[in-house]
Each structure stands twice: as C-alpha cells, then as structure tokens.
C-alpha cells in the first residue's frame, strides 16, 4: 500500500476532485472525521491530511510515496530527496511583498533603508531580498501576519495572497510579486525506485488529468 500526504485546507479543498477522478477518493470525507490517515477506494492508496507545512516533509522523509504540497512550502523549505514536482495547477496564489499603504516602499528599495519583514517563509524572503541587494531583518510569524506593520512589528510583510482582500482591509498593499504559488504532486525519490511502476504510473494519470501529459 502508497500512502500520500496531502496538505489540509484548501489544497485539500482543491484536490479531493482530482483524486477522485483518478479514483483515489478517501472513503470517509475528512469533515465528518478525526481520523488523519484515510483509506482510499483504491486499496494500494491511503491518504495522509497534513499540516500545509508538513506534507513535502512526509515525502521527503519518505513517510509518504509522494503527496501533494504547495510550491511556496517546497521553496521555502527546499527539501532533498524529492522528484522534480509536476505543478497541478490547483490552489493558486501569490507570494508577495507588502507594506501599509503610508510607507515609501520604493524609496527604501532606492536608498538602501533596512527593512524588518515578517514572514512565516524567512528563507524564501531572504533569498528574494538578497537578489534585490537589500538589507533586511526578519520577525518568524505563523499567522496573523497582516497586522504587523500596524502594530510596529515590521515595515513589510512577505506572504500569500489571492484576492488580495486580507492585505486591503488591513491597510496593506501589494509591493512585489515574488512567485507564483500553485499545488505540486511531489515522488519521493527512493519510492519513485522502489515502487517505479505504480509511481510513473500515477504521475501520468495525474499530469494528464491536469492537461500537462
Ligand atoms: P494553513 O492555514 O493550515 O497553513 P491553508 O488552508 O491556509 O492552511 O493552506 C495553506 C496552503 O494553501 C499554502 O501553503 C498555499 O500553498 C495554499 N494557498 C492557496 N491560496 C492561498 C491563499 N490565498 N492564502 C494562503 N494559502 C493559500
Ligand atoms: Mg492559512
């Protein structure tokens, strides 16, 4: 039996009708159950639902055969032992730079001013700020990042956004794209030896199903 680790919310949100296209839907929908490994309607499956963070650490670690995790995760935490993801085109956003609407965010790219950027993905700010030859202190935050330029806790914020309505009603707006965000299925790289038919196999369903075959 493959197990893959699936990010909860809306990856999993997003995802639940293409495992069931490929006929992988869990037996019991994850609302109406505590249970966070999920049998499948295919018996070589099972389904692990977990923390957005931690799906690609299951794959790398090979807890999981393969999973599905977002490319922001993947950046951030540039795992080893992973195949060359194929992006499903699911659950898409942005990663960007914000700021409140009052600060001269070009004016601090200009001169150089040190920036303090809170961020739940440091690593991936860090590089983006490097390439931009910017000096930049970062505050690690896992949530409610939006309100920390208005409490003096960061000139800017690096995070997801969609619409782009949690920045607006905070007072932020949006500086910078950094990359665009998108759900991948993702092989561990010794399963995708050990267990090379099922894997290719289920890798072409899934490329096929997104249009990418
Ligand atoms: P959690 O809040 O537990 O991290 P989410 O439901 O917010 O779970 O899922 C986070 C994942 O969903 C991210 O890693 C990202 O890949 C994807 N995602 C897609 N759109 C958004 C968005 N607008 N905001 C946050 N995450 C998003
Ligand atoms: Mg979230």
């Known amino acids: 039996m493959l197990t893959l680790a699936i990010s909860k919310g ?26 966070l490994i999920l049998p499948t309607v295919n018996p070589d499956f099972r389904l ?6 931690d799906a690609a650490t299951f794959v790398a670690c090979g807890a999981a055969a393969a999973g599905i995790a977002g490319s922001d995760t993947l950046a951030e935490t540039a795992l080893a032992d992973i195949c060359q993801p194929l992006d499903l085109n699911l659950a898409r956003c942005r990663m960007i730079v914000a700021t409140s609407v009052d600060f001269n965010y070009d004016a601090a790219v200009r001169c150089g ?7 739940k993905y440091v690593n991936l700010a860090r590089r983006h700020f490097a390439k ?3 000096q930049v202190r970062f505050i690690k935050l896992h949530g409610a990042l939006e309100i920390a330029p208005q409490v003096g806790l960061a000139n800017a914020i690096v995070d997801l956004a969609d619409s782009g309505d949690s920045l607006r009603v905070n007072g932020l707006i949006e500086r910078e794209k950094i990359m665009d965000v998108s759900a991948m299925f993702i092989i561990n790289r010794a399963a995708a030896r050990r267990h090379r038919l099922a894997l290719a196999t289920l890798q072409k369903r899934f490329a096929k199903a ?3 075959a």
């Open 10 to 35: 809306r990856i999993w949100r997003d995802s639940i009708p293409l495992l069931a296209q490929l006929g992988l839907a869990p037996k019991d929908s994850a609302e109406d159950t505590r249970k």
């Open 48 to 53: 692990i639902i977990a923390r957005a963070g």
């Open 113 to 119: 001013l040190p920036l303090t950027v809170a961020t």
């Open 132 to 134: 931009r030859g910017m």
């Open 210 to 212: 997104v249009g990418d």
